[in-house]
């Protein structure tokens, strides 16, 4: 399958995610997730109207952010380690992955050295794999009241990773409890925009679970 067919079969299936949802299509923001590919995928997305670009590794993400079109919006959604913030603030678009509060701290810190106000998401842990990063759901109401605080970030929401390998029912109920952190979570002064959840396996269920971006990869750019 060429990239533009890969790309017409995600849209298609949130197309149809969004539908059995009672959404626009239109209300769900993807996000594409170059792990493992070369520029000119990134290039060729591009030219086929993607405009939001995921990274799992900041390295990674380096080789390809200065010859990607300038405006191409980038997301960290793997584990940023705080040696890497100085080489993440000055080019990314969003950090999805904001796992803790010293993370917060210290991303504030070089944000604001640098007059920016970073978009973050705080990571939230629905599922118990030991691999999984981000805060536990009963921390997630004071952790967001104490990073929305913080002048150099522009706390916009939460982000979770559903279970691997997982029944449907557990990874719905994963995504169900991160919904239902969004939804406490509006009656805070930051009101939460963005619930990112759903990947190549899960969107579906995502977006029925209330989903408002997801993060593909291997659906758009495996062969």
């Known amino acids: 399958m060429s990239l533009a067919e890969n790309l017409a079969r995600v849209q298609d299936r949130l197309l149809h995610a969004a539908a059995s949802a009672g959404h626009r299509q239109q209300e769900i923001r993807l996000v594409a997730v170059t792990k493992g590919c070369d520029p000119r995928t990134v290039r060729e997305l591009w030219e086929l109207g993607v405009r939001d670009f995921g990274e799992n590794r900041v390295q990674e993400a380096l080789q390809k952010v200065d010859t990607a079109p300038p405006e191409a919006r980038w997301h960290l959604v793997g584990h940023l380690q705080e040696n890497k913030i100085n080489k993440v603030v000055p080019w990314v678009h969003m950090i999805q992955s904001l796992d803790s509060l010293a993370l917060a701290l210290a991303l504030d810190q070089r944000a604001r050295r640098l007059q920016r106000r970073v978009p973050v998401l705080l990571e939230v842990k629905t599922a118990p794999e030991s691999t999984k990063h981000g805060f536990d759901p009963a921390e997630v109401p004071d952790a967001y009241a104490q990073i929305s605080a913080l002048a150099g970030l522009d706390l916009q929401g939460l982000m979770t990773i ?6 449907e029912s ?9 919904r239902r952190l969004f939804d406490r979570l509006q ?12 990947m190549s396996g899960d969107l579906e269920i995502a977006v029925e679970e209330g989903a408002t971006m997801v993060r593909v ?3 758009l750019v495996a062969a």
């Open 217 to 219: 990869g291997r659906a």
């Open 187 to 198: 009656s805070q002064d930051c009101a939460p925009r963005i619930l990112s959840m759903g």
């Open 162 to 167: 559903g279970p691997l390998s997982a029944e």
């Open 170 to 178: 557990v990874v719905r109920q994963s995504f169900r409890n991160a």
